[in-house]
Structures are given as C-alpha cells and as structure tokens.
C-alpha cells in the first residue's frame, strides 16, 4: 500500500539516490499531521454507518429517479448498491486516512472505477452527492478538529473529483 513514507523511498530508490531534502519534508509534514489524520480516522470508524446512511439518504433525496415506485425492482438494486459503495469508500478514505496517503483509495476504489460504472451504465453523479454531502456535513469542533476535518475532507474531495 502506497503511504507517502513508501512513495518518497520508493522515487528516490529508482533514481538511484538517496531522498533529498523537500522529500524528507513531505515525509515530515505527513508525520506532523498524522495525529489529525488519526483523530478523523478514529471518528469516522465510530460513526461509519451513520455518515453513510446521511450521504446515501441526501443521494435519494435528491436523485428522485432512484425513488420511481415503477422500477421498484432494479431501483431497490441500485438502491442497495450505492449504499454498500458508499460504504465501501468511506472505509478507503478510513484506511488513506490511516497510512497518510491515497493508496488504498488508488488501487482499490479509483483504478478502473469510471470503465466499470460506464460499462454499467451506473451514473456517478448520485454517488459525487453523496460523498458531498459527508464533506459539507462535517463540522469542527462538533465532529473532529479542524485539522481532522481538512484531512478527511481532503480524501473526500479526492474520492469526488475521481468520479466527476
């Protein structure tokens, strides 16, 4: 899994040299904000299925063609599956939150995603609303502190803008 620690040492290995001086301070200002990363980290897992049953519900809300009684079938289907997705990249965000980098977001929720929601015909855009709302929803000191807050949001916004 890809941390920031690993990257930099990973960079330099193939350059064939040691890690050089602004390397040295990415890897620090990473230690530096990893308390604020484990603080969101920690908040997240104690409250996961709440922040997610918010966002998918804020999803249904606004996209009312998941809500067409016609489709009860295939839309309960869509329905039960972007719940589990949205689940699924919170978890990531928990686990880049935890390492300090976007690995685990990379290789197990972005790789691919875009083929695989196109060659579904699954649109994105539901799931942008609902990983929106997590971030907007978010407040310091309420939930964590600022510098939680920042990290978390800042995966959010990464996870976002990967499926826009």
């Given amino acids: 899994m890809k941390s920031v620690v690993s990257t930099v040492v990973t960079a330099a290995d193939a350059a064939g040299r ?8 990415s890897v620090q200002g990473s230690l530096q904000r990893a308390a604020a990363r484990m603080e969101a980290a920690e908040k997240l897992a104690a409250n996961i299925d709440n922040v997610a049953k918010e966002a998918y519900d804020a999803c249904i809300k606004k996209y009312s063609f998941l809500n067409d009684a016609g489709q009860a079938n295939s839309t309960q289907t869509f329905k039960d599956k972007c719940l589990r997705d949205i689940k699924h990249y919170l978890r990531l965000i928990n686990y880049s939150l935890v ?5 685990p977001l990379d290789e ?8 695989v929601y196109r060659a579904l015909s699954l649109p994105t855009a539901p799931y942008v609303e609902a990983l929106s709302f997590a971030r ?5 000191p309420r939930d964590m502190s600022a510098q939680a807050l920042l990290e978390y949001n800042a995966l959010l916004d990464y996870v976002i803008n990967s499926l826009s």
Avoid at 18 to 25: A, R, Y
Avoid at 99 to 103: F, I, L, N, Y
């Fill in 99 to 103: 390492v300090g980098g976007t690995g």
């Fill in 136 to 140: 907007n929803r978010g407040c310091a």
């Fill in 18 to 25: 040691f890690p050089s001086t602004s390397d040295l301070e």
């Fill in 108 to 115: 197990w929720g972005i790789a691919g995603q875009r083929e």
